[in-house]
């Protein structure tokens, strides 16, 4: 999917404001769950809701990962809380991502009753997801440091997230480039 120019450029410059305002470095893991707090976000699991959710909750748990609703004069993330934690993270961070990115919450269905589905922003809300779990700053700090065995614990992510970030950030090209002077400075 190509996104407008200088998206990716501001997807990193949001991942890196918003650890800035938790007090964060570019190169800290992040909490999702704190990021909710600090910006009054309400997280609700979807075990939790009183619902009748089984069937997302057992063999059907792949159907639904996250939404974002109106919660009153807040907004509330309904996550499923049934995936395995790293997804968990991945998910609440797309649905962060819609929030910072100020999309608009929409039905989730359609009036014939198929499921609405804005294939742009939710692309920007992919990428900017993963961005929010590692900035490029991390994914270029993960290879220089050679962590790449540790990157998925210290990140909280899945490997292909963590393979996917360090792809499109340009950490391998940075990384190399920079391999290479080192070489052609000895």
Not at 48 to 59: K, M, T, V
Not at 96 to 122: K, M, N, V, W, Y
Not at 126 to 132: D, K, M, Y
Not at 144 to 169: F, N
């Amino acid at each position: 999917m190509a996104f407008r120019r200088g998206f990716k450029a501001e997807s990193n410059r949001i991942a890196l404001s918003v650890r800035e305002q938790m007090g964060l470095g570019p190169l800290d893991p992040i909490d999702p769950i704190q990021v909710c707090a600090h910006y009054d976000i309400v997280l609700l699991k979807l075990s939790e809701l009183g619902c009748d959710s089984s069937s997302f909750l057992g063999a059907s748990r792949s159907s639904f990962s996250a939404v974002t609703v109106p919660c009153g004069w807040r907004t509330a993330i309904v996550h499923n809380d049934s995936h395995h934690r790293y997804r968990q993270r991945s998910n609440i961070c797309h649905e962060l991502a819609h929030c910072f990115l100020g999309h608009q919450c929409t039905p989730p269905l359609t009036e014939s009753g198929g499921r609405a589905h804005d294939g742009g922003i939710e692309a920007e809300a992919n990428f900017l997801a993963g961005t929010l779990l590692i900035p490029n700053e991390a994914a270029i700090h993960i290879l220089r440091q050679g962590l790449i065995p540790t990157a998925q614990t210290i990140y909280g992510v899945s490997q292909p997230m963590l393979d996917y970030r360090l792809r499109v950030s340009g950490a391998y090209t940075i990384h190399a480039r920079r391999m290479g002077r080192t070489r052609a400075d000895s």
